[in-house]
């Protein structure tokens, strides 16, 4: 097996780096590197031969070395992470039949270990933290992007390696767009929704927030209520074993009924752990089994276009019997001002 994603590289050998590549036998593994990254590699990784590539005698050459000299034939590879011009390049190089086998990949990072979870975990409270720190700051005149820089800014003071991904801040009408990039608007009155997420020990956490700026009319306050249930009928129904898209199916069902079934247009959660979006998908199109160890995010919706949108998102890990709910920020209804 190649292992070649900057993340499977470090799920695999606990080493994180722009470059390299992991070759994998039934008896030995080799981590192939360059100079920027071999003297640490040596240092850090146990299990496996590190080797130092240059442009004499690069990765191509090495691992098509050892390949002949281990007689074998073909040797697995991440087909979602590889182009198609390196499979090309390498497939001739190698001597070798390279076989697509993702789905291996995938299928060991999906169910994360009790030390994954803990460390999960940390990276979740110090998220939690930072977002209790800036509550203050909304009614303050604050503009979307200035919440934004101020939410990574904790990240970084509160122990955060770096944060997951972008945060997104969107208020008003803004928050019916569920990726919207933050901006220069000033947030003023109605829904502003938060998505956010720290990075720690390469572990990365994802929530998202609905606060209410001002009072809120009888119809936001049903939208919530009504994406809170849809957010508790997909947790209740989430555990080893069960369908991703019927655990998508069981919070899409509230969200229909209560007439809003045309702006839930995404999948009720993704994989969360090295990287923030990773297998499984829990969606309708993935008619996989949830797997037992899996952690996925809880994020149903409802998005008005122009008017407002709703998010809740939760972290939940999954066991034979249910799931738990690795987020402790509350889910009323906040409302500033």
Known sequence: ????????????????????????????????????????????????????????????????AVLSRENISAVGFEDGYVTCSTYLDWSEKLKAEMKPAQTIIDSLRSSKSAEDIRKMKAAQRIAEKSFEDILPLISTGITEKQLATELIYRFMKNGADDKSFDPIVASGPRSSMPHATPTDRVIGDGFLTIDFGARLDGWCSDTTRTLCVGKPDGKMICVYETVLKAQEAGIAAARAGIRCCDIDAAAREVIAQAGYGEYFGHGFGHGLGLEVHEPPKVASTNEGDLPAGAVISAEPGIYLPGCYGVRIEDVLYVTETGCENITNLPKDLLIIG
């Open 1 to 64: 097996m190649l292992v070649m994603s900057p993340m499977s590289r470090l799920f695999a050998t606990g080493f994180e780096s722009s470059a390299g590549a992991l070759l994998i036998t039934e008896r030995d593994a080799w981590f192939f590197t360059d100079s920027r990254y071999f003297e640490a590699a040596c240092a850090c990784i146990s299990g496996a031969e590190v080797r130092l590539i240059t442009n004499d005698d690069p990765y191509t050459a090495q691992i098509g």
